[in-house]
Structure formats: structure tokens, C-alpha cells
């Protein structure tokens, strides 16, 4: 299944990760109570990309720390909302509800 990369970027950018343009990329950081958690994926900016593919993806889930493909797509196109991204890394112990760091 692909993703509309547009879509992505602005569900990110909604659930509470900062955009950082780069010359290759678009880097989106994860951030929890106002400070980066160190997780962070991103995206090729080229106009040639207007989808993100199987295998990016995956990449981006498991940066993402995501355990599954559907939870990616469900973060990337919106049935999981930001705040339910944060409960997930929580119970999962990605990330202490109380320091971020």
C-alpha cells in the first residue's frame, strides 16, 4: 500500500512532530511535553516522490517505533491521533510519560 506524502507530512506535523527541511529530505522529530524524544523519520522532498511506498514505508515504522505497517498508515493518514501516538509509545516504553529525554 502507498501513503500519500503530503498527506503524511501534514498528519505529522499535526500529531505534534517539528518539520526540519533539509536539502534531501524533510525530517520530522517527535516531540512529547515540549522536548524532542529522539524519535524521528522522514521523507525525500523530490516532486518525483509523491507517494511513500512499501518499503519506505516500513522504514518509516520502524523509526516510528511502530510495531506494524497498519499502525503506520494509521498514523500517517490520521485514524491515530497524536495523543494516541504518545499512550502507544508510553505503554510501550519508548518514551517515560513524565522526561521525554
Request: proline fraction near 4%.
Given at each position: 500500500?502507498?501513503?500519500?506524502?503530503?498527506?503524511?507530512?501534514?498528519?505529522?506535523?499535526?500529531?505534534?512532530?517539528?518539520?526540519?527541511?533539509?536539502?534531501?529530505?524533510?525530517?520530522?522529530?517527535?516531540i512529547?511535553?515540549?522536548?524532542?524524544?529522539?524519535?524521528?523519520?522522514?521523507?525525500?522532498?523530490?516532486?518525483?516522490?509523491?507517494?511513500?511506498?512499501p518499503?519506505?514505508?516500513?522504514?518509516?515504522?520502524?523509526?516510528?517505533?511502530?510495531?506494524?505497517?497498519?499502525?503506520?498508515?494509521?498514523?500517517?493518514?490520521?485514524?491515530?491521533?497524536?495523543?494516541?501516538?504518545?499512550d502507544?509509545?508510553?505503554?510501550?516504553?519508548?518514551?517515560?510519560?513524565?522526561?521525554?529525554?
Open positions: 500500500m502507498k501513503v500519500d506524502r503530503k498527506r503524511a507530512e501534514q498528519s505529522l506535523v499535526e500529531k505534534g512532530f517539528r518539520r526540519d527541511k533539509s536539502p534531501g529530505h524533510v525530517y520530522f522529530f517527535h512529547h511535553r515540549g522536548q524532542e524524544t529522539g524519535i524521528k523519520t522522514y521523507v525525500s522532498h523530490s516532486k518525483k516522490y509523491k507517494d511513500i511506498g518499503d519506505n514505508l516500513e522504514s518509516m515504522r520502524r523509526q516510528l517505533r511502530l510495531e506494524t505497517r497498519g499502525q503506520a498508515i494509521d498514523l500517517l493518514q490520521c485514524p491515530m491521533s497524536g495523543a494516541d501516538y504518545n502507544y509509545l508510553i505503554e510501550m516504553g519508548h518514551i517515560d510519560p513524565e522526561d521525554p529525554s
